[in-house]
Nanobody, 119 residues
Framework: QVQVVESGGGLVQPGGSLRLSCTAS?????????MGWYRQAPGKERELVAR???????NYADSVKGRFTISRGNAKNTVHLQMNSLKPEDTAVYYC????????????WGQGTQVTVSS
């Protein structure tokens, strides 16, 4: 079955940086059409932060443009999220998403990693 595993969350001061990583395994990796990061703050709905599709097209939430960068690792099934100039409002649980097509057609989610921005 498909598994999605995140790493890299933690506590950081405002203005600091963190790098999140995510790897999808299982299924048919060549059928991954997109991977992305979402976040959910307490009392709020889950929202898209950044996503990268096949062909390396990317899109970002307006609130993180210019501060966050999504990129692929050495393989198509790994993505990173470089977060710079972090703000307290970036505090949330960050979830990685892998979208598969074909036989495993579905969205798959990681367990989430906490990012806390506080002095």
């Amino acid at each position: 079955q498909v598994q999605v595993v995140e790493s890299g969350g933690g506590l950081v001061q405002p203005g600091g940086s963190l790098r999140l990583s995510c790897t999808a395994s299982g299924g048919i990796l060549s059928t991954i059409t997109a991977m992305g990061w979402y976040r959910q703050a307490p009392g709020k709905e889950r929202e898209l932060v950044a996503r990268i599709r096949n062909g390396d097209t990317t899109n970002y939430a307006d609130s993180v443009k210019g501060r966050f960068t999504i990129s692929r690792g050495n393989a198509k099934n790994t993505v990173h999220l470089q977060m710079n100039s972090l703000k307290p409002e970036d505090t949330a649980v960050y979830y990685c998403n892998a979208r598969y097509s074909g036989f495993y057609n579905s969205d798959y989610w990681g367990q989430g990693t906490q990012v806390t921005v506080s002095s």
